[in-house]
């Protein structure tokens, strides 16, 4: 019974490079949420999304960031041309249900370390 | 802008003490969460609370819910090193209840 799959799980990029970052979700899970952790911050939220839908993307940030859900195959979150202060942990969690509920928790993934060189 | 301030940042006990630990927010949360997180992992949920003044136990770990909806502690009782850990608490908000709002943290270690 596979949690949720992120890979890699470390990854090293020049500035200027892109990052792609992918994330499974649990089985039977259509619900997926990113969330950045950086140095000495808590995790923040990033983006949710359905199978091919962007739900709610507000806490992106406005450039160079982007993600998907297809129909087929896992999440990902891409970031063009990455600068030093991208480095941070960005984990995937997924639900069952739409939102947080007690029935429906998150589960998260072990994250991807991005660092930016 | 939700904010959640978790204290104390850092906590180092003996085995066998109890502690406890805090979440407080002048804000107010449809829910709040505690999850665990070791070193290289994702958070791990532990318990999830949602009602004010609610009051769950889960083996040695005592969560509680403010009754204003803004404020949540962990009690550990008899803490032993495998409870050493990251403690995380996380609010969420009717509405829009999947952005949750973490705190930074406690810091805990347990010394054999």
């Known amino acids: 019974n596979a949690g949720v799959m992120q890979n890699p799980r470390h990854l090293v990029r020049r500035r200027g490079q892109e990052a792609r970052l992918r994330c499974s979700p649990m089985?039977?899970?259509?619900?997926v949420y990113w969330y950045r952790q950086l140095p000495e911050e808590g995790l923040k939220f990033m983006v949710y999304?359905?199978?091919?839908?962007?739900?709610?993307e507000s806490g992106m940030p406005k450039e160079r960031f982007s993600a998907e859900f297809p129909k087929e195959g896992p999440s990902i979150l891409r970031i063009q041309q990455v600068v030093r202060g991208d480095s941070a942990a960005y984990f995937c969690?997924?639900?069952?249900?739409?939102?947080?509920?007690?029935?429906?928790?998150?589960?998260f993934g072990n994250g991807t370390r991005l660092t930016v060189t | 802008t939700q904010l959640l301030e978790q204290s104390p940042q850092f906590l180092s006990i003996q085995e066998g003490e109890n502690l406890t630990v805090y979440c407080n927010s002048s804000?107010?949360?449809?829910?709040l969460q505690w999850y665990r997180q070791e070193p290289g992992e994702g958070p791990v949920l532990l318990v999830t609370?949602?009602?004010?003044?609610e009051v769950k136990k889960l083996k040695r770990l005592t969560f509680q819910f403010g009754d204003a909806r803004k404020d949540s502690s962990l009690h550990i009782t008899a803490a032993q090193p495998g409870d050493t850990g990251l403690y995380l608490c996380?609010?969420?908000?009717?509405?829009?209840?999947?952005?949750?709002?973490f705190g930074k943290g406690t810091l805990l270690t347990v010394n054999p």
């Open positions: 969690a997924s639900s069952q249900n739409a939102g947080v509920e007690e029935n429906s928790p998150l589960h």
């Open positions: 999304l359905q199978k091919e839908n962007i739900i709610d």
């Open positions: 089985k039977g899970h259509s619900h």
């Open positions: 804000s107010v949360f449809s829910s």
């Open positions: 609370v949602v009602t004010g003044g």
């Open positions: 996380a609010g969420g908000s009717g509405g829009s209840n999947y952005k949750l709002t």
